[in-house]
């Protein structure tokens, strides 16, 4: 494990905001985000819903909802500056995040289990508190020896976004289907340059 477990949960929440929240491409073809009140059930489908002291409603406001989109915008911005050696940039971004959420810690106890650092915004709304601990563990990425583990995917046509989490670092897509098609192209293009 290369964060805590907390930090490696919120930089997940971050790559799933990004991916599905922002326009783009993915795996080769257009993708447009969802907007109005498909906006409303996207985000907390993306949104790590398995803790049993945090559990995610299945629609939220419209307000939280879009803090959420936007916060998505700004966190893709600290995806890109890392993965193009801009972490003059991917720092800006994550600063102004950080800023916008008043991200501070907190100490959480979940009955059982020990005393944890969480991330807490100006407000307990999700769509504040989510951008506020996503924004802190990009922070903490970028801050660190870790930082050249956040990246977009290098596949044709796919701008989603991906934490390395591999033991030697050598991630360079979003999901098996884009390391997939890129490998499939590279075997058809050798296979068409071979001599007959």
């Keep these: 494990m290369l964060f805590d477990s907390h930090v490696e949960l919120l930089l997940d929440a971050a790559v799933s905001l990004v991916n599905e929240l922002t326009d783009g491409?993915?795996?080769?073809?257009?993708?447009?985000?969802?907007?109005?009140?498909?906006?409303?059930?996207?985000?907390?489908?993306?949104?790590?819903?398995?803790?049993?002291?945090?559990?995610?409603?299945?629609?939220?406001?419209?307000?939280?909802?879009?803090?959420?989109?936007?916060?998505?915008?700004?966190?893709?911005?600290?995806?890109?500056?890392?993965?193009?050696?801009?972490?003059?940039?991917?720092?800006?971004?994550?600063?102004?995040l950080l800023r916008r959420t008043g991200a501070r810690p907190q100490l959480d106890r979940v009955p059982g289990e020990p005393w944890q650092v969480h991330f807490h915004g100006t407000d307990d709304s999700y769509g504040v508190g989510w951008s506020a601990g996503c924004a802190t563990a990009l922070a903490l990425a970028v801050g660190s020896e870790l930082a050249g583990r956040l990246g977009v995917c290098r596949a044709p046509r796919c701008d989603r976004v991906y934490v390395d989490a591999s033991r030697n670092s050598v991630r360079h897509f979003c999901s098996a289907p884009?390391?997939?098609?890129?490998?499939?192209?590279?075997?058809?293009?050798?296979?068409?340059?071979?001599?007959?």
């Design 178 to 196: 884009c390391q997939s098609r890129v490998k499939a192209a590279a075997y058809r293009a050798r296979r068409g340059a071979a001599p007959k």
């Design 25 to 96: 491409e993915r795996r080769g073809k257009p993708y447009t985000a969802p907007a109005g009140e498909e906006l409303l059930s996207a985000v907390p489908a993306a949104l790590p819903g398995h803790r049993a002291q945090s559990p995610v409603p299945d629609r939220l406001p419209a307000e939280s909802a879009e803090y959420l989109a936007e916060a998505a915008r700004t966190m893709r911005l600290v995806f890109e500056g890392m993965d193009e050696d801009r972490a003059d940039d991917a720092a800006a971004a994550a600063n102004d």
